[in-house]
């Protein structure tokens, strides 16, 4: 079974809609990692979060990971086309640095 | 510029022959990953380096062979691959291999086999 599911699998929106996409984990998480992707290239690092709770924002993205550390979202205001790409969640195991992976979110902004 | 370089960005090889794929980092870091991503499919971590020791093969088939000849470099040797093994090929590192620390990614190589 999959152990980071994100939802949704895809996005389209217009240029200038907020948009959200949510990790969830069956299991508690013990670093929560958020990066962008865009297509044929590797994973740009956008935000950390370890503690329940606890918010980051980095220009208009926000991400959140709740109270229990089980589900994370990452919100983007006023979404722009150099938005455009495929997200994923990342999460350590407990035991070394040794990151597991959502399938990822493709996000499509038309202008 | 995420300071983690790979070579080649693009590979077409047939189920006969053997490359290497080359990572190198610039950023001082002591461990090093390779990971799989192909179509639909999560990334799959596939070899972990720490201070050029091995320390994790996460059952990976012996025509893919990992060397590590010093913390700024790693490569991954590959021989008599299957079309199965197209996919791209992302190399990452990270400050230590303990746990919360954001992994920095190459641009990957995409392989293609015929």
């Known amino acids: 079974s999959q152990e980071l599911e994100q939802s949704p699998q895809s996005l389209i929106v217009q240029e200038g809609k907020n948009l959200t996409i949510n990790c969830t984990s069956s299991k508690t998480l013990y670093g929560l990692y958020w990066y962008k992707q865009k297509y044929g290239e590797g994973l740009i690092f956008l935000m950390m979060l370890q503690k329940g709770g606890e918010e980051k924002s980095h220009e208009k993205i926000t991400a959140k990971l709740d109270e229990k550390k089980q589900q994370s979202s990452l919100h983007i205001t006023a979404s722009q086309p150099s938005h455009a790409g495929i997200y994923l969640c990342?999460?350590?195991?407990?035991?070394?640095?040794?990151?597991?992976f959502g399938t990822g979110t493709s996000l499509t902004v038309i202008p | 510029e995420t300071g983690v370089t790979q070579t080649p960005r693009h590979l077409v090889m047939g189920m006969t022959n053997k490359k290497s794929l080359k990572c190198e980092q610039h950023l001082g870091h002591n461990a090093m990953y390779w990971y799989k991503q192909s179509a639909k499919k999560p990334l799959e971590l596939m070899f972990v380096y720490s201070l050029e020791e091995r320390v994790e093969n996460n059952s990976v088939p012996s025509r893919f062979s990992p060397e590590c000849p010093n913390s700024s470099h790693l490569f991954l040797h590959l021989h008599t691959l299957q079309p199965e093994d197209s996919a791209l090929y992302l190399c990452?590192?990270?400050?230590?291999?303990?746990?919360?620390?954001?992994?920095?990614f190459g641009d990957g190589t995409r392989l293609s086999i015929l």
């Open positions: 990342g999460a350590d195991r407990r035991v070394g640095n040794q990151f597991y």
């Open positions: 990452a590192s990270s400050q230590d291999n303990v746990g919360n620390q954001p992994q920095h």
